[in-house]
């Protein structure tokens, strides 16, 4: 079966600063791997992905996350933070040869201080 | 394109009433979700449809917890009788094909809670 972790629950940063949150995922098979992020009072939105081909995959707003199979994680990592980067993120991760059933992790909220 | 709507945005009500929750998922998705998330739980699927069918309700909670997707713009989650431990955020999201790869587009939520 499979599992997301994502082991802070909660990390603090200043302005301007780097950050990284972390994801492991565990399963026996090939997986996709997504980080979504909730804005507070808001739905999730997708981030970014890792589906296939280049390891490193980055969104439009400067985030970037690097899967590595021989580490089973899909950290994410932004090299300066800003306030409006306060939300929750969330990890998940689906079987390539399965269908529509994402697994998420318990999420990580990122506050972001001045 | 408005996205994935939900209403209401919140619910209140006491132990015993009926709750429904309305989603509209995005034009020329065919494949919905209910999830619920919790502080204890986090976000958990509660049923999944694809074409408007029921295809795994396995985390349906219990009996007093049904879904229906009578037409591809129309889900509704229904709990009667509802308790206190049903309060939660209730999203919608839906997706393309429903595919591992797709994205899945979330709705802003209902907030409910059950006094």
């Known amino acids: 079966a499979q599992s997301v972790t994502q082991l802070d629950s909660q990390v603090p940063v200043f302005e301007e600063a780097p950050v990284e949150l972390r994801c492991n995922y565990s399963?026996?098979?090939?997986?996709?791997l997504f980080w979504y992020v909730q804005y507070p009072n808001q739905g999730l939105q997708l981030l970014l992905k890792?589906?296939?081909?280049?390891?490193l995959v980055e969104s439009i707003n400067g985030f970037e996350a690097e899967f590595n199979k021989s580490q089973t994680s899909f950290h994410l990592r932004k090299p300066s933070v800003h306030i409006s980067d306060t939300a929750e993120y969330f990890c998940?991760?689906?079987?390539?040869?399965?269908?529509?059933?994402?697994?998420f992790g318990t999420g990580t909220r990122l506050k972001v201080l001045a | 394109d408005a996205g994935v709507i939900q209403s209401p945005r919140h619910e209140v009500t006491e132990m015993g009433q009926e709750v429904t929750l309305r989603c509209k998922p995005i034009?020329?998705?065919?494949?919905l979700f209910w999830y619920r998330q919790t502080m204890m739980r986090g976000l958990e699927l509660l049923i999944y449809?694809?074409?408007?069918?029921?295809?795994?309700d396995s985390g349906m909670p219990e009996d007093r917890f049904s879904a229906k997707m009578p037409n591809a713009s129309f889900s509704t989650l229904k709990i009667q009788p509802s308790e206190p431990r049903d309060s939660a955020v209730y999203f919608c999201?839906?997706?393309?094909?429903?595919?591992?790869?797709?994205?899945?587009?979330f709705g802003p939520g209902t907030r409910l809670t059950v006094l």
């Open positions: 399963s026996s098979v090939s997986v996709y």
């Open positions: 890792y589906l296939s081909g280049s390891t």
């Open positions: 999201a839906s997706s393309l094909m429903g595919g591992a790869r797709d994205t899945q587009y």
């Open positions: 449809f694809n074409n408007n069918v029921p295809i795994d």
């Open positions: 034009s020329g998705h065919n494949s």
């Open positions: 998940a991760v689906s079987e390539t040869s399965g269908t529509y059933k994402y697994i």
